[in-house]
């Protein structure tokens, strides 16, 4: 569902932009609000969430899914925990459609859906172990990487059940806004992936906003 956002770039508390194939980590207090924005449009932001003060608590794509009874991810959603409480709630979205289904690209994933020589190329599972091993003050290890929200990301389901990765629904400045009901540390991949059309063969920045 289509919502829109009354909250100014301006008043925000910070602004980041990532660059694609670059990551964020940081933490977002209950009560604060996050936006993210497809800058040029088409492009996927793969994301995680923990608990602050305990990463083992995170995302469940299928908690989510079976609360709200509906696979895809837009205004209204809250994104809950693998202890079934809520972590975020989706307040704005101007894309209108958010997937949780297809996972985030990997080297392993690329070699096996594409060509034995797409494993050199870079991928989301990388800049979410850079991002954790370049910041151990979160504490997040490897076990903790598990099933993410992938922004922006169109992926239908077909009539039959199967998932198809479809060019981008998404276009430039769409974004989507969501306010924490936690302490949370989130972590976004800024999608490299040149192999599928998540972000319409061209990687492009998006930027990431936190108020108060
Ligand atoms: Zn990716």
Redesign the pocket.
Known sequence: MITTSTRLAEAALSRHQIAAGDYFIGRIECGQTLRLVDLEGNQ?A?TLFYNAEDPSERYSAMDTLREQGNIYLTSGSVLRSNLNRPMLEIVADTCGRHDTLGG??ATESNTVRYDLEKRCMH???DSWMLAITEHPEYGIQKRDISHNVNFFMNVPVTQDGGLSFADGISAAGKYVEMTAKMDLVVLV?N???LNNP?NGYNPTPVELLIWN
Do not use: K
């Open positions: 996927a793969d985030a690209c991928a989301c599972r991949s999608c490299p992936q998540c």
